[in-house]
């Protein structure tokens, strides 16, 4: 049996990703909750003839308690999107709170659960996670994900306008780091299959991936940013979490994680100077089993785009810890 839920249900992301969940045959419960229009989705998606029991929740008489007890795994959508000119970071004032608040929550009612981030800035909002559910005494570092699939589909995507290739899903494109600008490092140079890139097509391919969300921010102009190509991201990240947590091997996926308490971190962190990165993790029963360090495998143009990845991850991470233990006075 699992129980999916889906905290900040009734927005952009929120809809189509509980429209997918709803339709797969991997979820048996699936739980909605937001501060407004839950009643409303959740009675949409109740008339799919699917096999997941669905339930949605606003947050009075204890809705976020019913929507979270007996949870596997809780998808965070929950918060504002970017409007054109905007940073990610800027959005760190109102979500930072929401994602901490939600995660506290979770660290009461559904501890054990798989916890994926999609809240911006990722970069800081897992990071704010983590450091909620350490106070809470639950923290379990294999279980918490910040997802940044939405970059590995982009550079999937985008390459195949060079390769031509038919399906572009086929081209697995490791990128690791953060999710936010230059924090982004797609590695092309460790593409599978091979893939021939001519040089000068190669920093505009780089650039495209690393600025891919604020394409569909300009696109939307005001109504938010990319909600479709997320959720479809957000669905696979959460549908291979699931499948490894029912014992199918061979599941590796870029996330971003708490790098020293996953095997293999410690390395990377060491490498890389800080605590929070994304690199191809290999999923399992309990989550989180293996970080798989390819930092040595990098090229030197890659190592380049390191270097600014780190100086900017950096800040980041540092900003959400000091939320939980220094909050803003309100
Ligand atoms: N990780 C990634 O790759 C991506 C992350 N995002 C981020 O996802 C977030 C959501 O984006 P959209 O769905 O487009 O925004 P949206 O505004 O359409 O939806 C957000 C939903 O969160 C709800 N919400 C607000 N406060 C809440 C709370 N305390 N508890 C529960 N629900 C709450 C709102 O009522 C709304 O329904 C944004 O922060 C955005 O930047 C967006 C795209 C990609
Ligand atoms: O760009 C944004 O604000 C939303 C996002 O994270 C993305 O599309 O990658």
Do not use: W
């Not at 379990?140 to 985008?158: H, I, Q, S, Y």
């Not at 690199?279 to 495998?297: D, R, T, Y």
């Amino acid at each position: 049996m699992v129980k999916a839920v889906v905290l900040g249900a009734s927005g952009g992301i929120g809809q189509p990703l509980s429209l997918l969940l709803k339709a797969s045959p991997l979820v048996d419960e699936l739980s909605l909750y937001d501060v407004v229009n839950t009643p409303g989705v959740t009675a949409d998606l109740s008339h799919i003839s699917s096999i997941a029991k669905i339930t949605g929740y606003l947050p009075a008489d204890d809705g976020l308690k019913k929507a979270l007890t007996g949870a596997d795994v809780v998808l965070i959508p929950a918060g504002i999107p970017r409007k054109p000119g905007m940073t990610r970071d800027d959005l760190f004032k109102i979500n930072a709170g929401i994602v901490r608040d939600l995660v506290k929550g979770i660290g009461e009612y559904s501890p054990e659960a798989f916890i994926l981030v999609i809240s911006n800035p990722v970069n800081s909002t897992v990071p704010i996670a983590a450091e909620v559910m350490k106070q809470a005494g639950k923290f379990d570092p294999k279980r918490l994900f910040g997802v940044t699939t939405l970059d590995v589909v982009r550079a999937e995507t985008f390459v195949q306008d060079i390769t031509g290739e038919k399906d572009p899903s086929k081209t697995v494109i490791p990128v690791i780091g953060g999710h936010s600008g230059e924090t982004i490092v797609p590695l092309f140079s460790l593409a599978k299959p091979a893939v021939k890139i001519p040089a000068e097509k190669l920093a505009p391919l780089i650039k495209r991936v690393q600025f891919g969300g604020d394409e569909v921010v300009e696109a939307k102009g005001g109504a938010g940013s990319a909600t479709l190509s997320m959720a479809y991201a957000g669905f696979r990240f959460a549908e291979k979490v699931i499948k490894a947590a029912k014992g199918e091997k061979g599941i590796v996926e870029p996330t971003f994680i708490y790098l020293p308490g996953v095997t293999g971190g410690d390395a990377i962190a060491k490498e890389t100077g800080v605590d929070y990165f994304s690199v191809p993790v290999e999923l399992g029963p309990s989550g989180a089993e293996k970080a798989n360090n390819i930092l040595p495998q990098v090229n030197d143009d890659e190592k380049n785009l390191l270097e600014a990845c780190k100086t900017g991850l950096k800040g980041s991470i540092e900003k959400g810890v000091e939320f939980v233990h220094n909050p803003p006075p309100k």
